[in-house]
């Protein structure tokens, strides 16, 4: 076997042939907006591998502690491709409009709607069907499977059945933070789910308290006129809070129980990379909401409010999808949290600090 080279190992020949667009010869423009496109495309294709890798360890029937900084680790990776990809559509908007407009209409009707990694990646995460924005009657997953006409749009249409087939990151997370030890109890343990209510109801009492507090606090800074505004506030808040860490479904229960008590003791060695494990999570949903914005703003200055090459509304359709939340949980968890001198005294200490020896 010959020695290899840089272009051999990279396949340097062979990718780069493969930005000819649709007649092979690009404009300088054109060939931009293509190496722009392949690149994004080459990062979602790494973050969906980092993701599985984090999702399969998170959906083990049990997750050993020393494993939790593997999962940090991948998702943290993620994080840092989502952060350079929101960064580098600074380099798409060097495209201007009227320059986009000389070719685009040879694009039409393919679109960044057809990303099929993108819809794996979201699938994968777990955005569920019920939540997508549809527009003209359809969703893009639909769409997608519309286009199985040719043996690529097939073998596209099959990775996403795949995808959909997958345990998703969020279901597996939720599986994890069920099995919380919890106030030193652990699921299974005889008087588990009497512990769980009490520490649930305790912590709901204080959050009580301290929001009551709140509104004193605010009425005094501001006005006696804004009390009726401000106690309705924060009823409601309190109400959304109480709905939210006593649904019904026990595991769902349990689920949030773990989650509030990992954001509570989060100084807990224990707890320290769980911790650390829901900031990674929390950071990649806030990526994935930037990117969507930041794409939604490069796309407005490119071409206005006109109609995709999709055929979508463009701008207000990529708007509605900013508002996709995969991991509502750790969102309203943030809303229940009581300072660290209010909440309920740990029990079942010792089974949270560093194993001896
Ligand atoms: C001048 C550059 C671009 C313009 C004008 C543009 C425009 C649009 C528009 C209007 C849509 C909505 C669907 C439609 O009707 O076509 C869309 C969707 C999308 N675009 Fe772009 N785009 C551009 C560049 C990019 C780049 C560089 C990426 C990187 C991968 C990208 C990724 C996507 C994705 C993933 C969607 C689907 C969004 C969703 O349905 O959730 N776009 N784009």
């Not at 997750?63 to 990776?77: A, I, N, Q």
């Not at 990809?85 to 393919?110: G, H, I, N, W």
């Not at 527009?135 to 059945?161: F, M």
Request: some cysteine; hydrophobic content about 40%; glycine content about 6%.
């Amino acid at each position: 076997m010959s020695t290899p080279t840089y272009w051999d190992y990279l396949r340097l020949p062979d990718l780069l042939e493969l930005q000819g667009g649709l007649d092979g010869q690009p404009s300088p423009d054109e060939l931009h907006f293509i190496v722009v496109h392949q690149s994004f495309e080459l990062w979602f294709k790494l973050v969906l591998s980092q993701l599985r890798l984090a999702r399969d360890h998170l959906a083990a029937p049990r997750l050993p502690e020393e494993r939790v900084p593997f999962v940090v680790h991948h998702l943290g990776r993620v994080n840092a491709i989502l952060r350079l990809c929101v960064e580098q559509f600074a380099v798409m908007e060097t495209l201007p409009p009227q320059d986009f407009l000389d070719f685009r209409d040879k694009l039409v009707p393919s679109s960044g709607f057809q990303s099929f990694q993108m819809r794996e990646l979201e699938l994968v995460l777990g955005l569920r069907q019920d939540q997508r924005i549809k527009y003209a009657g359809t969703d893009p997953l639909a769409h997608i499977r519309a286009q199985s006409h040719s043996p690529a749009s097939a073998k596209v249409a099959g990775k996403l059945e795949a995808a959909m087939a997958e345990t998703t990151l969020h279901t597996s997370v939720m599986a994890w933070l069920q099995r919380t030890p919890i106030m030193g109890s652990n699921p299974g343990d005889p008087d588990d789910d009497a512990m769980v209510d009490a520490f649930l109801s305790e912590y709901l009492a204080k959050t009580e308290g301290h929001q009551r507090e709140g509104i004193e606090t605010l009425v005094r800074a501001l006005s006696e006129n804004d009390r009726p505004a401000i106690t309705a506030r924060v009823e409601a808040g309190l109400a959304a809070t109480r709905a939210f860490l006593t649904p019904d479904d026990r595991e769902a229960r349990r689920a949030r129980a773990g989650l509030l008590f990992i954001e509570s003791y989060r100084e807990l060695p224990l707890l320290a990379w769980p911790r650390l494990l829901l900031d990674t999570v929390c950071e990649l949903e806030e990526q994935l909401l930037l990117f969507r914005n930041r794409h939604a703003r490069m796309v407005e200055r490119t071409i206005g409010r006109r109609v995709g090459t999709g055929g979508s509304s463009g701008v207000d359709y990529l708007d509605q999808t900013a508002s996709y939340r995969v991991f509502p949980e750790l969102w309203a968890v943030r809303s229940c949290l009581l300072p660290r001198e209010r909440l309920p005294g740990l029990r079942g200490g010792e089974r949270y600090g560093f194993a001896a020896g």
